[in-house]
């Protein structure tokens, strides 16, 4: 069975940071496209940073600068630091991981950031 558990999700103040953690299991984090995807009350979800199997890392425009997307291998994790938060950025985050090959998807079950003075 195939599970991405995430964690780290909490309340911080604006302009704090926070670190999110994926905890792959029956995949290898390192042979997969996996990424950070978030989904904000009343809004659809979007794609707001991923990572190659090479090793190319993608943000969208709103974080970039902010978030860095990283994996580690020996770990089987893939993290996204988060600095510099803003009420904006208050959604449930999600890990991804797509299959280069096959073309399977996998979900985490989300956790919840909420960024408030």
């Known amino acids: 069975q195939v599970q991405l558990v995430e964690s780290g999700g909490d309340l911080v103040q604006p302009g704090g940071s926070l670190r999110l953690s994926c905890a792959a299991s029956?995949?290898?984090?390192?042979?997969?496209?996996t990424a950070w995807y978030r989904q904000a009350p009343g809004k659809s979800r979007e794609m707001i940073a991923g990572i190659t199997v090479r090793g190319v890392r993608n943000y969208t425009d709103s974080v970039k600068g902010r978030f860095t997307i990283s994996r580690d291998g020996a770990g089987n994790t893939v993290s996204l630091q988060m600095n510099s938060l803003t009420p904006e950025d208050t959604a449930v985050y999600y890990c991804?991981?797509?299959?280069?090959?096959?073309?399977?998807?996998?979900w985490g079950q989300g956790t919840q950031v909420t960024v408030s003075s």
């Open positions: 029956g995949i290898r984090v390192m042979q997969y496209f």
């Open positions: 991804y991981a797509k299959g280069v090959n096959t073309g399977y998807v996998f």
